[in-house]
């Protein structure tokens, strides 16, 4: 029996009742449900397990009814179950699906379609085609008409959660190279980005070298 992540958005009014009832509070504070929304975006099983490990981790505290304690950073961790539920999802995933998902995650969204081809070698249809499949579930989200992320900061960090260091460094030297393939002539523009991917790679002496490409 599988477990399947309940990833329809919900609009803001939904996403703070959704809170509010997890807490068992008539209204939760609007710091608690900035931090929710950049973290969780609306989805609600994100939502729910990141309050989950606010309560657990001691950041937030309910008494009589109403948020008496609430302590936030970006140093939360990504709840245990959510990275089981999501590495589940990515399983049963097609291995083009798959691959476009982590690269997603690696390139930092939003991402232009051409970078993601040239990333993961494979025809711009194709990746029209597996960003609609995914997107149709709720993995993905188009930001416009040339540019894709994820609906949740979450989901990005639960992706990366799963890979090993070796493994995203690979990965990082291919969006590395997919930046400086697809720039050509204005790679310049976009330095301090493939100084970063090379950066994580390992690679830090062509790292410092695009750095000062881009004036840093």
Request: glycine share 8%; hydrophobic share 50%.
């Given at each position: ?124 249809p194709v990746v029209d085609t597996v960003v609609d ?10 930001d416009g008409p040339a540019a894709f992320g994820f ?66």
């Amino acid at each position: 029996i599988h477990s399947e992540l309940r990833l329809g958005e919900l609009d803001p009014a939904d996403a703070e009742q959704l809170a509010a009832q997890a807490l068992g509070v008539a209204e939760a504070p609007e710091a608690l449900l900035d931090f929710l929304r950049k973290r969780a975006g609306g989805q609600p099983m994100f939502l729910e397990e990141l309050v989950r490990k606010l309560v657990e981790s001691g950041a937030l505290n309910v008494a009589n009814g109403q948020v008496s304690a609430l302590s936030l950073d970006d140093g939360v961790v990504v709840p245990r179950t959510l990275r089981a539920l999501m590495g589940d999802r990515l399983r049963r995933l097609s291995d083009d699906e798959r691959h476009l998902f982590v690269a997603v995650a690696v390139l930092e969204p939003p991402i232009a379609p051409e970078l993601l081809a040239t990333m993961l070698e494979l025809p711009l249809p194709v990746v029209d085609t597996v960003v609609d499949s995914l997107s149709g579930r709720g993995l993905l989200r188009r930001d416009g008409p040339a540019a894709f992320g994820f609906p949740s900061p979450l989901a990005r960090e639960v992706v990366l959660a799963e890979l090993t260091a070796e493994d995203l460094a690979k990965l990082h030297r291919r969006a590395a190279d997919a930046h400086a393939s697809v720039l050509g002539d204005q790679l310049d523009e976009e330095a301090d980005e493939v100084g970063y991917h090379l950066a994580a790679a390992g690679d830090r002496a062509a790292a410092a070298d695009m750095y000062a490409r881009g004036g840093l």
